[in-house]
Each structure stands twice: as C-alpha cells, then as structure tokens.
C-alpha cells in the first residue's frame, strides 16, 4: 500500500477494539479514524467518514456483521471489509462471503496474521484465515451440486473460466490484462458478465464459486 489506509474498526468489546487500535496505529501505513460497538453506527460512521477498510465481527448488537457487510457494500461497494471473529463454523464463513467479505480471520489468528489479511485485501486480494481454509473448501466441495445446478459451467466461455480462476488466484484486473494479453477494459467486461450469468454480486462470492468448482486447478 503506498498511502496510508485509513479503518473503522467494528466490535463490542472495548477492550479488544483497544488492542485492536495499538496495534494497527503502530503501523506506518496504517490509520484507525473510528471505532463502534454495533453495526448500526458502523454503517453510518463508514458512510461519512469514508474510511478504506472495516474491520468487524459478526456478532455485533442492533445489526449483526453480515447484514452490515451487505448493507454497506450496497451503500458503499469501494470500502474493503475484513471479518475479525472467533466463529470458524461453514455457516459464518459462507455467510460473510457472500455479504462481500474481502478477508475472514480468526481472533485466535496472531496480529502478524491480521496485518496480511490488511495488505491482501487493500491490493484487491482475498484472504482467509489458514486455520479456516479447509472449512472453507470442504463447505464448498459438499454443496457444489445444489449450487451447479443453477449455474452450470457449460454456460462459461473458455475465456471467462480463465477470468474467474485468475480473480480466484488474487490476482487484479491489471494482472489479468497482462496475463491474458486483453485489455484492462475487457477484463472488467468478462468480469461484468461472469457476475450476470452466475447471479453472483462480489468478487469475494465469484472466489467462492471458483473454489468451489476447483477452478484453481483446471484450466
């Protein structure tokens, strides 16, 4: 990151959020400009004050932490959010995914962990806890047909495959461009239609969908 990120920090323990807050403005390239303990105010503080990244847990009062990931991602769809939580279970994980989460990790994860998940989500990346990807993976593989039966990968052109398994890999628009020798405008384009034929909403939700039908390794 060559600016200095500015974060909203979103749980209801005070202490926590208090260690949260040190470690994070020890950081140079890092800014904590606020701090709520529901996800009522998180939503409201992230629409004024415009910060670059919310961290925030899921079980929040007033609004849990997935339906604010989802609500602000509608209302603010720049701001990167990464999901800071003890919950490790498919359901939440899935869950937060699919709100738009561009990172999941565990309060258990050490801080050298969270600032990773930081640097990976604010270079347009994904990350997920390690202790959590196999959860992650098996959740995917166990409901990949429920899920293909309303998105088919015959409907997939060759080139959109090889889209969405590179914006599966981490990799940003202008990577994808330089890889595939198509223009920056053209990838946006596949990623534009990829999201329409397969009723997803978020690059986090197109990751999960590669994942799940093992784009990583095909193609």
């Known amino acids: 990151m060559n600016k200095k990120c500015t974060i909203l920090l979103a749980d209801d323990h005070s202490i926590l959020r208090a260690g949260l807050r040190s470690i994070l403005d020890s950081q140079p390239n890092l800014e904590v400009i606020a701090e709520v303990d529901n996800g009522i105010d998180a939503i409201k503080k992230a629409i004024s004050l415009k910060p670059d990244l919310l961290i925030t847990d899921i079980s929040m009062p007033k609004k849990d932490g997935t339906e604010t990931i989802s609500e602000l991602k509608k209302r603010y769809p720049e701001i990167k959010v990464i999901t800071l939580t003890m919950h490790s279970s498919e359901k939440y994980i899935n869950a937060a995914l699919a709100a738009g989460a561009n990172g999941y990790i565990l309060k258990d994860d050490s801080h050298k962990e969270l600032l ?64 595939l020798s198509i223009s920056i405008k053209t990838v946006e384009k596949h990623r534009s239609n990829l999201m329409k034929k397969l009723n997803l909403h978020s690059i986090s939700s197109l990751t999960s969908y590669a994942i799940q039908n093992g784009f990583i390794n095909q193609y």
Request: aromatic fraction near 4%; hydrophobic fraction near 40%.
């Open 116 to 179: 990773a998940a930081i640097d990976s989500v604010m270079n347009d990346k994904m990350h997920l806890s390690p202790s959590i990807c196999g959860n992650v993976v098996n959740g995917y593989l166990n409901n990949s047909r429920s899920a293909n039966l309303d998105k088919p990968l015959e409907i997939l052109t060759k080139r959109e495959k090889e889209v969405i398994k590179l914006i599966a890999e981490g990799f940003r628009s202008k990577d994808i461009a330089e890889q």
